[in-house]
């Protein structure tokens, strides 16, 4: 069974600009959480989809927004991209929302803001 | 709102020695807690979790955990490193009605001498 991807790997843009990150879950599962990783402020939870609805949020600004397909893959955008967004944005799957879920983490998406 | 704590931020151990990577959470209630590794350029693998009974729990690649409630610890160890155990650890806690958000530890990196 192939696991999460995420694409791109890597991205580079520039202040101002906007991007949109995409995750596809393991086959089967329909929960998809979205992570932000950085130097400074180590792994933080940025939002959770199930059944195409946000269930969690953490505590972000409105520039970050996420949504997730029928299919389950969920994608994240941040507009007004600032120099602070720079970070490994890793998506988790698991099959629902559940406290005693296990979730798998794809390798990320690497962007860099100019 | 719960936390982890990870004191270490670099540990480096000889290979063949032991291995112990401290971990203190805060939260009112049991919670639920997990060790993921992280490989450079990778994304996060589980290594173990406990959700409830027997204190001390086995994971993947050798590793151990003991869940101590007084001391609102869970430890992680192995007997013996081997240089392919050189790695980033975080010590994560899930809490009730918060679906599958996991709220991370700072890490510690682990480097192996030959």
């Known amino acids: 069974k192939a696991g999460v991807t995420q694409t791109p790997r890597y991205l580079i843009k520039t202040r101002g600009q906007q991007v949109t990150l995409s995750c596809s879950p393991i086959?089967?599962?329909?929960?998809v959480s979205w992570y932000q990783q950085t130097p400074g402020q180590g792994l933080q939870f940025l939002f959770e989809y199930f059944s195409e609805t946000q269930r969690n949020k953490g505590n972000f600004p409105g520039r970050f927004s996420g949504r997730q397909f029928s299919n389950s893959r969920s994608e994240m955008n941040v507009s007004t991209l600032e120099l602070g967004d720079s970070a490994l944005y890793l998506c988790a799957s698991s099959l629902v929302v559940s406290t005693y879920n296990e979730q798998f983490f794809g390798p990320g998406t690497r962007l860099t803001v100019l | 709102a719960q936390s982890v704590t990870q004191p270490d931020i670099h540990i480096t151990v000889s290979e063949g020695a032991s291995l112990e990577l401290r971990c203190n959470y805060s939260y009112g209630a049991t919670p639920y807690l997990f060790w993921y590794v992280q490989s450079p350029g990778q994304g996060l693998q589980l290594l173990l979790k406990y959700f409830s009974g027997d204190t001390l729990v086995q994971g993947i690649k050798g590793f151990e955990a003991e869940f101590k409630r007084s001391q609102s610890s869970f430890n992680l160890r192995k007997p013996s490193v081997h240089w392919s155990d050189a790695a980033e650890y975080f010590c994560?806690?899930?809490?009730?009605?918060?679906?599958?958000?996991?709220?991370f530890g700072g890490g510690t990196r682990l480097m192996v001498k030959p």
């Open positions: 086959s089967g599962h329909r929960s």
């Open positions: 994560a806690v899930r809490v009730n009605n918060a679906g599958n958000m996991l709220t």
